[in-house]
C-alpha cells in the first residue's frame, strides 16, 4: 500500500486535505494524525472493521483497549451507559486537553474497540487537525499512539512513516507536537477515581477540580508488583529502543561516577555506548554517544524529546544506553513511568 503523507499547516487547514483523510475514515481506512501528545493511529470508533485495522497496523495485542477521541462532550454522553458527575468537572476543567477518562461504555461502542471490556476510554485531543478531521468525518476516532507496538511513540510524522509506511493510505504531517508523551489516564468506574497512566495532568491536578482522593494504580508503581495494571498497555515492555536501556539513580557525581565506570567495562567488551544526560552534565561522560535530554529542571522539555531520543539512538549502532533518573513528582511521573518501561525497569541505585 502506498502511503501519502500530507503536510498540513495547523493554523490554517487545507480543507481539501481535510476532506480526502475525512473520506477515508468514513470507509472505515486509518490515518495517522498529529495531536498535542503524541501521533495518533486513527479509525471510526464505532466500525468493529476500522477498529480490527489498528490493531493489525501495529501488531497490538487484541486485549489492549484503544482510547476513543471525540470533539465534544455530548459525544461522550453519546456512548458512555451513564456520564459520571466527576466527568463533567473533569472535561470542564481539563478538555479539550491531554487527560483520558474510562467510563461505562453502552452498546454503540463495539468491543472491538475496547479490547473486550464493558468501559470505554475517551479523550478530547487539543490539536486543531484532530479535532478538525473528527468533525469533518462525523466519526468518534479510535487512535492509539501511532508506532509499531512496542516501539517508543511517535512525536514527528517522520516517526510514524518508519513504523507505519506502507501499512496505512495517509499521514497528516503537522509538525512536532506539543507536549511529547501519551494522556492521563483516570479510570472514573472506581468508587475512588485512579490514575493508570501517569501523564501531563498530574495526580494532584485532578484531586484539586475533584475535591476528593484520587488513586494512582498501585500496578503501576513497581515492576515486581503481585497487582497487574488495570490498564491493560501499561503491562507491556513499552516505549523501548532496540539498545539495552539502564536507569542509574542516586547523587549526581555518584551517577556520572558508575555510569562512565560501566561505559569504560562495555567499552572493553567492545560494545558501542549511549548516555541520556542533562544540560548540566552532558560534558562529563565517556560515552560514544552522549545526548541531552533538557535542563533538569525543565520537566516539559524532558516530556517532549523523550521518545525522540530512544528513536534516535536505534538509528545509532549503540548498544546499551545508560540514563539519568528523574524525579517522581509532577510530571516527572510520567517521565519516569515511560523511562522505566522503556528500561525493562532495569534500574541500578547508587
Ligand atoms: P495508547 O492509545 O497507545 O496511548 O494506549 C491506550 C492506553 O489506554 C493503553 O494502556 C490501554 O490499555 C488504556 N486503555 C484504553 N481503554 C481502556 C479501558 N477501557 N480500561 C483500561 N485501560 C484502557
Ligand atoms: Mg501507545
Known amino acids: 500500500m502506498h502511503t501519502k503523507i500530507i503536510k498540513i499547516d495547523s493554523a490554517d487547514i487545507d480543507n481539501k486535505s481535510m476532506t480526502e483523510a475525512a473520506e477515508l475514515i ?156 501519551e494522556s492521563t489516564i483516570i479510570d472514573l468506574t472506581e468508587e475512588v477515581p485512579m490514575v493508570l497512566r501517569p501523564g501531563y495532568i498530574t495526580t494532584e491536578m485532578l484531586s484539586v477540580v475533584l475535591g476528593q482522593e484520587v488513586q494512582l494504580d498501585p500496578g503501576i508503581i513497581a515492576a515486581d508488583s503481585e497487582r497487574k495494571p488495570k490498564a491493560p498497555g501499561m503491562k507491556y515492555r513499552h516505549y523501548a529502543p532496540r539498545a539495552d536501556l539502564t536507569l542509574v539513580e542516586g547523587a549526581e557525581s555518584e551517577v556520572i561516577r558508575e555510569i562512565n565506570r560501566r561505559v569504560c567495562a562495555a567499552r572493553r567488551a567492545g560494545q558501542k555506548t549511549g548516555v541520556i544526560a542533562t544540560e548540566e552534565t552532558k560534558g562529563r561522560y565517556l560515552a560514544d554517544c552522549v ?18 531520543i530512544l528513536r534516535e539512538f536505534d538509528d545509532t549502532d549503540v548498544d546499551v544506553i545508560y540514563s539519568e533518573s528523574f524525579a517522581a513528582s509532577g510530571v516527572g511521573q510520567a517521565i519516569m513511568n515511560r523511562l522505566l518501561k522503556a528500561a525493562g525497569h532495569r534500574v541500578l541505585t547508587v
Open 26 to 181: 468514513r470507509a472505515g481506512e486509518l490515518v495517522a494524525f498529529p495531536t498535542e501528545t503524541v501521533y495518533g493511529l486513527g479509525a471510526d470508533a464505532l466500525n468493529p472493521g476500522a477498529s480490527r485495522r489498528i490493531y493489525e497496523a501495529k501488531g497490538r495485542p487484541s486485549d489492549n483497549p484503544l482510547i476513543v477521541h471525540i470533539a465534544k462532550f455530548q459525544d461522550l454522553e453519546a456512548i458512555a451507559r451513564e456520564v459520571p458527575r466527576q466527568a463533567k468537572l473533569l472535561a470542564d476543567a481539563f478538555w479539550p486537553g491531554p487527560l483520558t477518562m474510562i467510563v461505562w461504555k453502552n452498546d454503540s461502542v463495539p468491543r472491538e474497540t475496547t479490547g473486550g471490556m464493558d468501559t470505554v476510554a475517551v479523550r478530547m485531543p487539543n490539536h486543531p487537525v484532530a479535532l478538525g478531521l473528527i468533525a469533518a468525518s462525523g466519526c468518534l476516532i479510535a487512535a492509539p499512539s501511532a508506532n509499531t507496538s512496542g516501539r517508543p511513540s511517535p512525536t514527528e510524522a517522520a516517526h510514524v512513516a518508519a513504523d507505519m509506511d506502507g501499512r496505512i493510505p495517509m499521514i497528516l504531517d503537522g509538525g512536532a507536537v506539543g507536549i511529547g508523551i
Open 291 to 308: 545526548v541531552s535530554i533538557g535542563a533538569r529542571h525543565d520537566e516539559d522539555a524532558i516530556a517532549r524529546q523523550l521518545y525522540r
